[in-house]
């Protein structure tokens, strides 16, 4: 009977464990994609205000360079970070960061055109994006934790 208990304890302990790994992976939010949500606290830098263009602009990317759709990507980021699903997609990474800055160059313009951020700010934002620092969160190549890929 010990061994029976202690069989229950260790599927309960690794029950635990995979529940709050698919909770942590998701975000805090879950829709939007991972680590996004759709109001945060005040604080953040002006890229904050343009998160969600931001976002659908890499999706938009994904889209173009891989076999996948707008759709099935926006589904894989419900439980991956954007660079497993770039990886999974077969997507070479130094093309993905040049269409990427490309089309971020175009949302920034666009953002300065509609009054939601200064041209100071666009310009600091591009020279972030320039030196591999886009976006804010996330573990991948460019994407959050600071490392350089090129």
């Known amino acids: 009977m010990k061994w029976f208990n202690k069989i229950l304890v260790v599927m309960f302990v690794g029950i635990s464990l995979l529940v709050s790994s698919v909770a942590f992976a998701r975000g805090c939010c879950g829709k939007g994609g991972p680590g996004y949500s759709q109001s945060g606290p005040k604080g953040y830098g002006p890229g904050h205000v343009l998160r969600e263009e931001m976002y659908n602009a890499r999706v938009e990317v994904l889209a173009e360079l891989s076999e996948l759709s707008q759709d099935d990507i926006k589904a894989k980021l419900e439980y991956k ?33 509609d009054g939601k951020i200064t041209q100071a700010q666009a310009d600091f934002m591009q020279e972030r994006m320039e030196n591999g620092r886009m976006g804010g969160r996330g573990k991948g190549p460019g994407m959050g934790s600071g490392r350089n890929w090129n």
């Open 81 to 113: 970070p954007m660079w497993a699903v770039i990886d999974e997609a077969k997507v070479d990474y130094p093309t993905f960061r040049k269409k990427m800055q490309e089309k971020a160059k175009s949302v920034l313009s666009q953002a300065v055109t």
